[in-house]
């Protein structure tokens, strides 16, 4: 069997698990990041790069790269009056927060995967190996001393390590081989997720997210540079039943939420266009053992609720690689370093899944069981007539509670990431 040895092994290449790679390999720590696939090109993945993650990109010299991948900058969140007279409400203003991070920037997620990664193989000490997944966790008594691997070819392996951080999403193998088990908090809807093209008269429309609620429906359209990206919310296990209506039903379904779709709902050929999420909301009591760390969505399952999924699980990894390196580099990293990181990022994951959970209850659950569709009429006046109060939502999305600086280990000048 192969045998090697790394300070480090993250399993799972997404953006907490390359974003740590990235800070742990600019401190000098040898890490090696296992990705499963062959790429990163899956679709309907989370594609919101908040204003905290934008800063992060500056302090690192990473900023000037990413303003030129292929982006949009999406606008307040807004929704129609319920008497469809006036201008639609402004829930959450942008504007009002403090220039240049005053916005949230759509990029395709495997665009993003690919330039934390060509920068992060700058980097002497860091290494990827892509189709290579995490198969059990190596233990010597009750601490993790690394993991064995297993290639597409079938190849088997195994890397010792100092540790071992699980960055492999809500369904973790990692977390699963180390008995942590999440506590699950209930959600009452999945998501379906389908794109729809926008016409050539549309193209001058600004990137926007809007929401359309009635009586049992909730659908949502991310405008994207060159598609619509379209959320249909529906009933916690309801799939099958909806698939079972078939594509004409769906169709329908969506042109009567708007009307101005039903011109393009015939891009979508078969229900095999429809993506379920199977949408969750838990977190981890215990992020660690020895030897072993969970962050990003292997330690607490996000809700789709204001896109802030991969934000956190970003900030994770920032507060990791500030608290682990010097422990890590000292050979002196212990279980206590590790509670650390979770103390750290427990507060800000419990803020944010408690507002996803009010957002669930005033929101959700009374739009799909049809007794008060969309937000409540003194949520809407409020933000109506006291328009300051528009930048507290914003400020939630945008920034969050708690961003993380980068480390000074890991900055850079403008332009030299």
């Not at 390196?325 to 990022?345: F, H, N, Y």
């Not at 009374?366 to 937000?375: A, C, I, M």
Request: proline fraction near 8%; aromatic fraction near 6%; glycine fraction near 8%.
């Amino acid at each position: 069997m192969n045998a090697t040895h790394k300070d480090v092994i993250i399993a799972g290449g997404g953006p907490a698990g390359l974003m740590l790679g990235l800070l742990l390999a600019r401190a000098g720590v040898e890490v090696e990041v296992w990705e499963k696939h062959a790429d990163y090109l899956r679709d309907f993945r989370g594609d919101t790069v908040h204003a905290s993650t934008i800063r992060l990109l500056d302090e690192l010299g990473l900023g000037e790269g990413f303003a030129a991948l292929p982006q949009s900058e999406l606008g307040n969140f807004t929704v129609p009056r319920p008497d469809g007279e006036g201008p639609d409400d402004i829930l959450a203003d942008f504007d009002r927060l403090k220039p240049p991070y005053d916005h949230i920037a759509m990029v395709p997620q495997w665009d993003f995967l690919d330039f934390l990664t060509e920068h992060a193989q700058r980097e002497p000490t860091f290494s990827l190996r892509m189709e290579t997944e995490f198969v059990e966790v190596i233990r010597e008594g009750d601490r993790c001393v690394g993991a064995r691997w297993r290639a597409a070819d079938g190849t088997v392996g195994e890397t010792r390590s100092a540790l071992l951080v699980g960055c492999d999403g809500r369904s973790s193998r990692v977390r699963e081989q180390a008995g942590l088990h999440p506590v699950e908090y209930e959600v009452p809807f999945d998501t379906w997720w389908f794109r729809l093209p926008r016409l050539a008269d549309e193209q001058s429309m600004p990137p926007a997210l809007v929401p359309i609620f009635r009586p049992g429906e909730l659908l949502l359209t991310l405008v994207r540079t060159d598609y619509l990206q379209v959320a249909y919310f529906t009933d916690k296990g309801a799939d099958a039943r909806l698939r079972a209506e078939g594509l004409e039903r769906f169709r329908a379904r969506v042109a009567e939420l708007r009307p101005d779709f039903a011109d393009r709902v015939d891009a979508l050929t078969s229900m095999d266009d429809v993506h379920l999420l199977d949408v969750r909301l838990n977190r981890l009591p215990r992020w660690h053992r020895e030897g072993l760390l969970c962050i990003g969505d292997a330690a607490h399952a996000m809700s789709p609720a204001g896109g802030v999924g991969i934000n956190l699980a970003i900030q994770d990894a920032v507060a990791a690689a500030r608290l682990l390196a010097g422990p890590l580099l000292s050979g002196a990293l212990t279980e206590r370093a590790l509670a650390r990181v979770q103390r750290r990022r427990m507060w800000p994951t419990k803020v944010l899944q408690a507002g996803q959970r009010v957002l669930q209850q005033v929101i959700f659950v009374r739009t799909l069981d049809g007794s008060r569709p969309g937000p409540p009429q003194i949520f809407r006046l409020a933000m109506r007539h006291v328009p300051p109060l528009r930048k507290l939502p914003a400020l939630a999305i945008a920034i969050g509670p708690r961003p993380e600086p980068a480390p000074a280990f890991a900055r850079r000048p403008a332009g030299e990431g």
